[in-house]
């Protein structure tokens, strides 16, 4: 698709041809204002927050007269929870891991240290009781929240040294949001939770040494690597990286179920459309970082992964203790990991060794 075309088209999401009449649309339209916490024509996440924005008004034949508002045009990027819960605006597109300081349960709505790849997390969540507690915990707040995007498994990181041994992350200043970040702290590191537009300049100015972000396809045109030339492969942080579309639950009342459907349809096609985009490009943005770029990739030592299996178990701990909810949730979550994921790999992962050892892959 022209991406010009493309862009031009999301910036008038929700306003094209319909298969209603004129009036009917005129009487029957409904707003829907979406701010985001990605900068706008951001390669990867901003995209597909603006490809979402627009199928909403295209499923709808124009019912619903979206507005979409990219991080900073009408709140900052982690101005959207407020922004919505507040009823400003109808709803956000985000990462609700980035909550939380609200409450430590919304990690579990993005993804934890050894937790969920996306197969499993999105099984959990539609199919495993993880939408009832993400319906809990939102619920609190005054918000709606359904998944809309993932990034799959993501790397670990770059960094502008190599990462030998659990000691180099001591003192350590890294860009991590999450309980990813907790787990670093745990090992000595310096962590800071920063909008994905906010970076490059942190990381070219030293006042952070290191950053993970989502992988190669997002990361290229990030130009980390005009910082960092180690680029680690998958990392414990984000295993799925999945993505929430939040509503503000009063708002969200006010809807028919067909309304509602049109917004699952676009939510759910998109959610498969994001992760799918990123495992097509993924090999070929890795090669261009490799070849282009002169990116050294590396992966983390079992001696690291234990070091982050220990310091996991701590921040677990500490979740926990905030309050009968975050435990509810994390008792939920692990149980379904080792339901899913152990069947997942008896039957993929079985597989996938073997095919991998007999064509010879990776």
Same mark, same amino acid.
């Given at each position: 698709m022209d991406r010009r075309k493309f862009l031009r088209g999301a910036a008038v999401a929700g306003t094209g041809a319909s298969l209603l009449a004129a009036p009917a649309i005129a009487q029957e339209r409904k707003s829907l204002v979406i701010v985001s916490t990605w900068p706008r024509d951001f390669p990867g996440l901003g995209l597909s927050a603006q490809r979402l924005a627009q199928r909403i008004g295209e499923i709808s034949n124009g019912h619903f007269a979206v507005e979409y508002f990219a991080a900073g045009e009408r709140v900052g990027a982690f101005d959207v929870f407020d922004e919505v819960a507040s009823g400003n605006s109808q709803a956000y597109i985000g990462a609700e891991y980035?909550?939380?300081?609200?409450?430590?349960?919304?990690?579990?709505?993005?993804?934890?240290?050894?937790?969920?790849?996306?197969?499993?997390? !999105?099984?959990? @969540?539609?199919?495993? =009781? /993880?939408?009832?507690?993400?319906?809990?915990? *939102?619920?609190?707040?005054?918000?709606?929240?359904?998944?809309?995007?993932s990034t799959g498994t993501q790397a670990g990181g770059w960094f502008n040294k190599e990462m030998e041994t659990p000691d180099d992350f001591k003192g350590l200043k890294m860009r991590i949001p999450g309980l990813g970040g907790q787990v670093l702290t745990k090992m000595g590191a310096s962590t800071v939770s920063l909008p994905g537009g906010q970076i490059y300049e942190n990381l070219v100015s030293g006042a952070i040494e290191a950053t993970e972000w989502v992988g190669p396809y997002n990361?290229?045109?990030?130009?980390?690597?005009?910082?960092?030339?180690?680029?680690? !492969?998958?990392? @414990?942080?984000?295993? =799925? /990286?999945?993505?929430?579309?939040?509503?503000? *639950?009063?708002?969200?009342?006010?809807?028919?179920?067909?309304?509602?459907a049109v917004l699952v349809a676009a939510c759910n096609e998109e959610h498969n459309a994001s992760h799918s985009e990123a495992m097509a490009k993924n090999g070929e943005y890795l090669a261009k970082l490799i070849n282009e770029q002169g990116v050294q990739v590396r992966a983390f030592s079992d001696e690291i992964w234990d070091a982050f299996g220990d310091g996991a178990t701590q921040v677990f701990e500490e979740v926990r203790a905030h309050s009968p909810l975050a435990a509810k949730v994390d008792d939920h979550f692990q149980k379904a990991l080792r339901q899913i994921g152990g069947t997942i790999n008896a039957l993929e992962g079985t597989f996938l060794k073997q095919r991998n050892r007999v064509l010879g892959i990776g």
């Open positions: 980035y909550w939380g300081g609200k409450h430590p349960a919304y990690n579990y709505f993005t993804s934890v240290p050894f937790g969920m790849s996306t197969q499993e997390w !999105t099984a959990w @969540v539609q199919y495993g =009781g /993880g939408q009832e507690l993400w319906d809990e915990l *939102a619920g609190g707040f005054g918000l709606k929240a359904i998944t809309c995007g990361d290229y045109f990030m130009k980390f690597y005009e910082a960092a030339k180690f680029y680690y !492969t998958g990392g @414990v942080h984000e295993p =799925g /990286g999945g993505l929430g579309f939040a509503m503000n *639950a009063t708002w969200y009342s006010t809807l028919t179920d067909w309304e509602k």
